[in-house]
Structure formats: C-alpha cells, structure tokens
C-alpha cells in the first residue's frame, strides 16, 4: 500500500489518518470540550428519542382519519426527530400506493419540523429536519405530477439548509429529487447539471447506493432527451459500481434500464439479455411483483420496435406471473396488451378468446364493473369484425385510469 | 404503442435494517477519535482558518447525528463531509476573505523576533513595556512571542484578516521599542 494524504486513502488507512491529524493542535481545548459534550447529548437526546417512539407515528395514522391528519402537527409526541423520521419513512412507504395519504403525511411532517422551538435541537439538526420534511412534500409532489409546486417545496428545503455549510449530503439529497422534477418538466440540462453534482457528493461520502441513484436519474434524463447511446454507456459505468457495490435492488433496475437502451439502438440481443438479467435479480430478491412489471415493460418496449414474437412472449409471460400473484387487473391489462398486437395482426380468434378470459377473471375478482363492461364490449366489437388496435388500446386506457380512480380514492 | 419510459429511480431509499443500541460513549468516540482529522483536513487541504475550521468539524459531527443509521463507511462519510462542508465554506466566503499569504499565515513566532524578547533587560522591563501598551496590542504581543500563536491563528481569534494582522504585530512591535526606549530614557 502507498501511504499518502490523499483524502480516498486517508479514509481507509488509520495509520495516516493519526499522522495527518498529529500536526494540528486544538485552537481552544475547553472549546472543543464543551462541542464534544454538545454532540454527545444530542447523539442522547436523539437516541432516547427514537426508542421512545417506535410506532408512534403508525399509531395516530391509523387512529385518526385522513382527513384530520393536519392536526396531529399539535401532538407533543410527534414533535421530535425521531417521529419526523418515522414520518419520512411512511411517505416513502406509501409514494406508490397512496401518493395522496404520503402528501398528507410530508405535509404534516413539513408543519411540524417548521414550527419546531429553536432550542430543541442546534440549529443544524433542526434545518436537517426542515430540509427532509421540503424533500418528502417535493417527492410526493412530483409523484402526483404537480410539478411546480414539487420544484417550489425542493427549494424550500434548499432554503431550509443554505447557511450550514456541512450539510451537503442533506443538500445532495434534496437536489436529486430536484434534478429528477427538472427532468420531467423536460428541463434536461439543468437536470443533468444538477444530478451529476449530486452524484460527486455521495461519491465523496462513500454513499455508493445514492451515487448510483442519482447515476441512474442522470441516465433516465439522457434517455428521456432520446440520448439513448449516453444513457447506455453511463448504465453500463453504473452497473459497475453496483456490482462492486453488491447492490443486487440496483443492479436488477439498472439491467432494465440498460434494456430499454439497447431495444431502442436496435440491439435486441443486448435487450433481451438484460431484461432476462432484470427479472432473474428481481426473482432472487423475492420483488415477485417487480417481475411481471419487468416482463411487460420488457415486451412493450420490444413490439414497439418491431420485435413483435419476443416481445409477445414476455407480455405472455408477464401475463402468467401476474395471475400467478394475483394481480388480477394487471394481469387483465397485459392480456389487453397481447389482444393490441393480436388484432394488428389479424389474429382475431386468438384475441377473442383472451378478452373473454380478462371478462372471467375481472367477473371471478369482483372488479370494478365498468371495466368489465368495457371489456364485453371489445370482445362483442371483435366479434361483429368491428374491432381495431385502436379500440383494444382506448379499453386498455380506460381499464387503466379506473384501475388509478380505484386507488386515488381508496387513498 | 408506445414502449413505457425507462423506470425512473425512486425519490428515496429503503431504509437499512436497525442498528445495534448505539451508547452516548460510542458517539463520544467517534468524536474524540476523528475531531483532530476533519479540523486537519480543513485547515490543512482548505486553508480554513483554525477556529472556523473546528467549527465546521463540530458541524459536521452534529450533521452525522441523523445519518448514522444509514452510514456504512464512517471514516469515509466523515472525510467526504468535511472537504464537502470546507469547499461549501469557501463559496460561500471566498468573496469575503482576502487571500492569505499562507507561508507568512502559518509560520510560527520569527526567531529573531523571539530575540527582540529575549534582548529586552528582562521581563520586568517587558511586563512593563505590555502594561504601558494598549490593551488589545499588549494581549496581540502576548499572543504572538509568549504563547507562540502564529499571526494566522491571531487572525482569527480577533476577526480579521491574516496581512492586516501581520501589520498590527510590526505596529505593535514598533510601539513596544519606543516604550521600551521611553522607559530607558526615565532610568
């Protein structure tokens, strides 16, 4: 090993790390004291606090209604830092599910960490607290496409952190989720400009997970902008770092992306490889529902570029493991999918027989009626010859915005 | 029909699984055993002036509080915060703040201004010659030839810059001779 004060080799040599430190002495000893003393009842406070409140942030979720979840910001038991991150985390949990209770929730947490009493923690934890609550209320935003508003709460927790000069992890964190609503208000170069700068801050950190995160959000803007060759070669840079890494979650969704990529720079091969890559990562993890999303995106993506057999295989496949888990509306929406391509080929018989297996599933499930009626009427439409691509597609949309009408209420 | 969009990434990150109970020692450990690394690097990678340096270190420290469950490299995480929080530091004062002549900044008392001292009669004559000096000059003078501070590390104790300090101290010197010599001329 060559000894230096390279900062990379003085985070994994000891031995360095005493030489490099030895030469500067304390500028005031009872100073540095009375910090040491600060940190270590914060590193208390913090600690106790989080084995006080293990559910109870679940607790008042579930025992009180939505839509009086705005008042739970006055609980005294949830006005501290480790109710703030439990918080945090039952936004995350729901952002897919329930965008609209995690809207709630970021919403609360965003009440809370602002009216917080300055003396309950120093100032940087409490800005720490602020700038996570902004993130979580910018994420939720973006997944429910409010856009703006999403960009607006993402500044707000950059405000929240501007004068801590050591929060640049925090910053990196917030300014990804940034990068990603610039993306998709098609705003490519800022977004670019701003995920590259994140991803140098957790490389700098060693948070390898995030550095391939927001690795990832950079490839998805290149693709997006239809840059698909950078894409696929930052993809490629990524998948590296997460089998170094071990970082099995990432390595499957980097595949996936790296199959997109290939299908769209015409090389199927490559596509079909990394796809298969995605679903065999994802079956070890036991994501069982990741793999049918995999498959279906992976024949979808396929058929539009003209790979119809293979791409019909994985949407039959998808299909499969879809019943297989119950999940009878996607597994509807595939077989809508498959009906699409048969009836473009002329392969009405075999597309009838399907719309009429998506009638007994959605029948046998007690799905939603008006989603089956519209499937009735495809399947009587094939058979008076009246059916096109288009009107297996416009089914597929309207089963699709019920299955999200469905949801956006439940939340 | 079109291809679905490539996945995006999620916003956010499963969390780690829990740590083991973590006690007030350990995060008294951590302190005591990276303190003296990150104000070194500070200072030593960034030319941070010294008391600013300790405070973006304790920052850092206080910053770490709420990652510490999902940090995995500590030494790595630490190092990575401090250049971070040294770079961010001189963005946001690297209008503000002259540029230090480092060599004169850093260098400790000059020898042979230690013997402008040591040729002084002896040090009644100097507790004489402090007494009769302002204040602020005597404590600078202190500072400088009895507890061996450098002119940067002054610097930052009284608030101003490095070059300013260094003119105080050859001002300061300068008074301290013609006091000296006054006292002199008294005997």
């Given at each position: 090993m060559t000894h230096s004060d390279d900062v990379d080799h003085l985070a994994e040599c000891s031995a360095c790390r005493q030489r490099f430190a030895a030469n500067v002495v304390p500028f005031d000893p009872a100073a540095r004291r009375s910090r040491e003393r600060e940190f270590t009842s914060v590193a208390g406070k913090l600690e106790r606090e989080r084995d006080a409140s293990s559910d109870v942030v679940a607790r008042y979720l579930r025992d009180t209604p939505t839509d009086e979840w705005?008042?739970?910001?006055?609980m005294p038991d949830l006005r501290n830092n480790a109710a703030l991150e439990l918080m945090s985390e039952e936004v995350r949990r729901r952002l897919h599910r329930k965008p609209r209770e995690a809207l709630a929730i970021a919403n609360l947490s965003a009440s809370i960490a602002e009216s917080?009493?300055?003396?309950?923690?120093?100032n940087v934890v409490l800005a720490q607290l602020r700038g996570t609550a902004w993130k979580d209320r910018a994420s939720t935003l973006r997944y429910l496409a409010r856009y703006d508003e999403a960009l607006e709460a993402a500044e707000r927790g950059e405000e929240a952190l501007?004068?801590?000069?050591?929060l640049e992890h925090d910053r990196a964190v917030i300014r990804m989720v940034k990068g990603m609503i610039l993306a998709q208000q098609e705003r490519f170069e800022e977004a670019y400009s701003i995920l590259a700068d994140c991803r140098r801050v957790f490389r700098d950190y060693g948070d390898i997970t995030r550095y391939v995160q927001a690795g990832r959000a950079q490839a998805s803007s290149l693709y997006n902008e239809k840059r698909h060759t950078e894409a696929h070669d930052l993809l490629l840079e990524l998948l590296r770092d997460a089998i170094a890494a071990s970082d099995i979650e990432s390595q499957a969704g980097i595949h996936n992306n790296l199959g997109y990529c290939a299908a769209h720079l015409g090389d199927f091969v490559s596509a079909n490889i990394h796809f298969s890559e995605t679903v065999a990562k994802f079956t070890d993890l036991g994501f069982t529902a990741e793999v049918p999303r995999t498959e279906r995106g992976a024949g979808l993506a396929l058929i539009a570029r003209g790979q119809v057999t293979t791409g019909l295989a994985r949407l039959r496949e998808a299909r499969r493991a879809f019943l297989m888990a119950r999940m009878v509306e996607d597994a509807g929406l595939c077989a809508l999918n498959i009906a699409e391509v048969l009836i473009e080929r002329g392969d009405r018989s075999e597309a009838r027989l399907l719309t009429q297996d998506v009638i007994d599933e959605f029948t046998a499930g007690g799905m939603n009626q008006r989603a089956i009626a519209a499937v009735v009427e495809l399947r009587d439409a094939i058979d008076v010859d009246d059916a096109t691509a288009e009107t297996v597609h416009t089914v597929h949309a309207f089963v699709e915005s019920l299955q999200h009408e469905f949801h956006g209420t439940a939340n | 029909m079109a291809p679905e969009a490539i996945d995006d990434t999620p916003a956010d990150l499963r969390p780690l699984p829990p740590p083991c109970p973590v006690e007030e020692s350990v995060f008294a450990r951590i302190y005591e055993e990276n303190c003296g690394l990150l104000v070194s690097l500070a200072v030593?990678?960034?030319?941070?002036p010294l008391v600013d340096a300790e405070g973006l270190a304790h920052e850092v420290f206080l910053s770490y509080l709420r990652h510490s469950e999902e940090v995995r490299d500590l030494h790595h995480w630490l190092i990575g915060a401090i250049c971070n929080a040294s770079r961010y530091y001189w963005r946001k004062h690297g209008r503000n703040i002259e540029q230090l002549d480092t060599d004169v900044a850093a260098e400790r008392p000059d020898p042979r201004s230690r013997n402008v001292l040591i040729d002084l009669p002896d040090n009644i004559a100097l507790a004489e010659v402090l007494d009769r000096m302002p204040p602020r000059w005597a404590h600078i003078l202190r500072l400088r030839y009895?507890?061996?501070?450098?002119i940067k590390e002054i610097a930052e104790q009284q608030n101003v810059t490095s070059k300013y300090m260094q003119k105080l101290v050859a001002k300061c010197l300068h008074r301290a001779q013609e006091i000296f010599n006054g006292l002199a001329h008294e005997e």
């Open positions: 705005s008042r739970l910001a006055e917080l009493a300055p003396s309950q923690y120093p501007e004068p801590f000069v050591s | 030593r990678k960034f030319q941070v009895i507890e061996g501070y450098s």
